[in-house]
């Protein structure tokens, strides 16, 4: 998946650099969000799109269709599952019924390719093609980590192939969940180093003692101790899930209240995120809360960007290197400033995670 995102970071930094050379102001949320679907269109769709010279792209107006919908529709089927057959009945879909068409489209023709071509690709739709060709594949497999794609008969497992509407599935929840999740976290975090020169100044002397002027790679991505702090510093203050759902297991005493199983529960990560109580000084753009001495004196639980225990995302690692190698390429090469437009910190939009006035920097070329 690596030559895909190294493709896209490449577009993004030459963006930048006509930015940087015009002396103009960039709104960082829709600069990040060129970014997370181009990325999702290479890996999960293979691809090649560039939403930042080709807006017009028919895959990005779909993508933006099936991510930016009403979002307390979302909120009332995701804690009132039972109003969805209601909003089917007024015409209200998740996702769009074009977007959903488009990508079936897409997809299916894709899929075809993918099926009588010799060659293989390293994205993520290539996985799902080789998991679609698993045979009657017979081995042990650990029941923790089945997912519903294995079959017990009288002594072992027998694994069966993903369907063609698992893989339909599985691409769009890429799509769904990696978009926001992705351009979120990374405008916010460039947007607070620009505030904090400091921060910054860290974070590009790591850069540059790790790369030089090479350029990022994978090994080098996952070396970067600091701008992982920042990143995770980043997400403390301004996660892009401010809340988790959950369905109770069994029934449970908790806090003194007693809670039965069947139950849907929203765990507020945002607000144990800025819990006084757990990080002294909250508001305060601090990566120096995520040292490996700092971490070992809080609950496990007080961090959780994305989730936490057997249901944590599986984008994770994913995610944070995609978000890695686009950002130490920018501060490798460009300093993000403050501009007239900025304002900081930014004052964040209702049940979403988004500033009012946006985020704006000024990009500067490094010598």
Not at 6 to 27: D, F, H, M, T
Not at 39 to 59: C, H, K, R, T, Y
Not at 213 to 218: A, G, T
Request: hydrophobic share 40%; glycine share 6%.
């Amino acid at each position: 998946m690596v030559p895909a995102i190294e493709r896209v970071v490449k577009n993004l930094q030459n963006y930048i650099k006509s930015k940087a050379e015009s002396g103009e102001e960039v709104e960082l949320k829709q600069l990040c969000q060129c970014y997370a679907i181009d990325v999702i269109a290479g890996v999960a769709f293979g691809l090649q799109v560039d939403s930042l010279n080709d807006p017009n792209d028919p895959f990005i107006k779909h993508g933006k269709d099936f991510v930016n919908f009403e979002t307390g529709f979302v909120f009332m089927a995701i804690l009132f599952p039972s109003t969805v057959p209601v909003f089917n009945l007024l015409g209200i879909t998740f996702p769009p019924k074009s977007a959903n068409d488009f990508f079936q489209k897409v997809l299916g023709s894709a899929l075809e390719e993918r099926r009588h071509e010799q060659k293989e690709y390293g994205d993520f739709l290539q996985l799902l093609v080789e998991a679609e060709r698993e045979g009657e594949d017979q081995g042990p497999v650990d029941a923790e980590i089945d997912h519903g794609h294995h079959l017990k008969t009288s002594s072992h497992w027998t694994r069966k192939g993903l369907t063609t509407d698992e893989i339909y599935g599985n691409t769009l929840i890429f799509l769904f969940g990696g978009y926001e999740t992705l351009n979120t976290v990374m405008s916010f975090t460039l947007f607070c180093l620009a505030a904090n020169p400091d921060c910054l100044a860290k974070a590009q002397a790591e850069i540059d003692a790790k790369l030089g002027k090479k350029p990022m790679d994978y090994d080098t991505a996952l070396e970067l101790t600091y701008l992982d702090m920042c990143l995770n510093e980043t997400m403390r203050l301004y996660p892009p899930a401010f809340f988790i759902d959950r369905e109770i297991a069994e029934d449970m005493e908790f806090g003194g209240y007693h809670i039965k199983k069947g139950w849907r529960i929203a765990i507020p990560t945002m607000a144990i995120h800025r819990d006084p109580s757990i990080w002294p000084d909250p508001l305060k753009f601090d990566p120096e809360r995520f040292t490996p001495e700092a971490r070992a004196t809080r609950h496990p639980y007080a961090f959780m960007p994305f989730g936490l225990g057997p249901r944590n995302c599986i984008g994770m690692r994913l995610a944070q290197l995609e978000m890695r190698m686009a950002i130490a390429t920018i501060l490798q090469h460009f300093t993000p400033v403050l501009c007239d437009k900025s304002v900081y910190p930014p004052k964040l939009q209702k049940m979403m995670m988004a500033a009012v006035d946006g985020l704006w920097v000024k990009f500067k070329a490094r010598a």
